[in-house]
């Protein structure tokens, strides 16, 4: 069983960045796809951004192509999320999450395919 940990959400005003951290319990985090997903108060959680286990291949939401940037520390087991240009309808509880059949190339963007999720971390950004 993986333990992720979430840590460096907070309060920004529009247009300022954050970088959120996931940091795994088991070294086995370096055969994992991990992703980034958030959810809005009344809407459902959705796909913000993943990498595949080599960190060779990214993938992003269409709206936050641009400005968020995901990337990983295999050595540390930690995964990152840049975000940058924050917009008032980034905020969100933001989640990582861990797919224990990712692929060297390749990472998923459906949450379904998730095996293991974090607590979350609340993004707010005024405006």
């Known amino acids: 069983q993986v333990q992720l940990v979430e840590s460096g959400g907070g309060l920004v005003q529009a247009g300022g960045s954050l970088r959120l951290s996931c940091a795994a319990s088991e070294r086995t985090f370096r055969t994992y796809g991990m992703g980034w997903f958030r959810q809005a108060p009344g809407k459902e959680r959705e796909f913000v951004a993943a990498?595949?286990?080599?960190?060779?291949?990214?993938y992003y939401a269409d709206s936050v192509k641009g400005r968020f940037t995901i990337s990983r520390d295999n050595a540390k087991n930690t995964v990152y999320l840049q975000m940058n240009s924050l917009k008032p309808e980034d905020t969100a509880v933001y989640y990582c999450a861990a797919d224990n059949s990712g692929s060297y190339y390749y990472a998923e963007i459906d949450l379904s395919k998730y095996d293991f999720w974090g607590q979350g971390t609340q993004v707010t950004v005024s405006s």
């Open positions: 990498i595949s286990w080599s960190g060779s291949n990214t």
